[in-house]
């Protein structure tokens, strides 16, 4: 089964790859859309942020049930460990494989797989936080369903660059 990596952030060509603001609401900063076909096995993720929030705040890992409305990505953003690997086989779309919501959707049921949370500005000198689990414990994201990375940023924004590595 090839492993695969996605960043919240066009394919990183020219220019270094993007980071997102997280705003101070809900915001879906990542959102990977598992195929009707396949499940899809977590092996990490992880993120960094460019200064620390304004309060306590919280980046969450979760599998919906409802899409959020994201930038689109494409089949080159999502990629392979293994050059040798097949194209991903993750649904791309504004409703599916993207980052950075502009719409969260309503979600009416989830499943969270890590709640992190971040502390305010006061004392904080490690601003990325990275997470693999062990393979007897690696969550596994169903078919036909949305894992994100999702942040609620209580004060202040910050930049994120966030990630998920994948077995599919």
């Not at 960094?48 to 930038?71: C, R, Y």
């Not at 990275?130 to 990375?149: C, G, H, T, Y």
Request: aromatic share 8%; net charge neutral; with cysteine.
């Amino acid at each position: 089964m090839p492993v695969y990596t996605v960043y919240n952030a066009p394919m990183a060509t020219t220019a270094a790859t993007a980071k997102v603001s997280t705003g101070t609401v809900v915001k879906t900063m990542l959102q990977v859309a598992t195929p009707a076909t396949r499940y899809i096995e977590l092996i990490s993720w992880g993120y960094s942020l460019d200064i620390a929030p304004g309060a306590a705040s919280v980046v969450e890992l979760i599998q919906t049930d409802v899409a959020a409305t994201v930038t689109a990505h494409v089949a080159a953003g999502v990629q392979p460990i293994d050059a040798n690997a097949p194209a991903s086989l993750l649904t791309l779309g504004v409703n599916a494989t993207g980052y950075t919501a502009t719409v969260e959707g309503t979600t009416t049921a989830s499943r969270i797989f890590r709640a992190v949370q971040v502390p305010s500005t006061a004392g904080v000198t490690d601003l990325t936080y990275e997470w693999q689990w062990m393979p007897d414990e690696r969550p596994i994201v169903a078919v036909s369903k949305f894992l994100r990375v999702r942040t609620t940023f209580a004060a202040g924004s910050s930049n994120m660059s966030c990630w998920v590595t994948f077995r599919e």
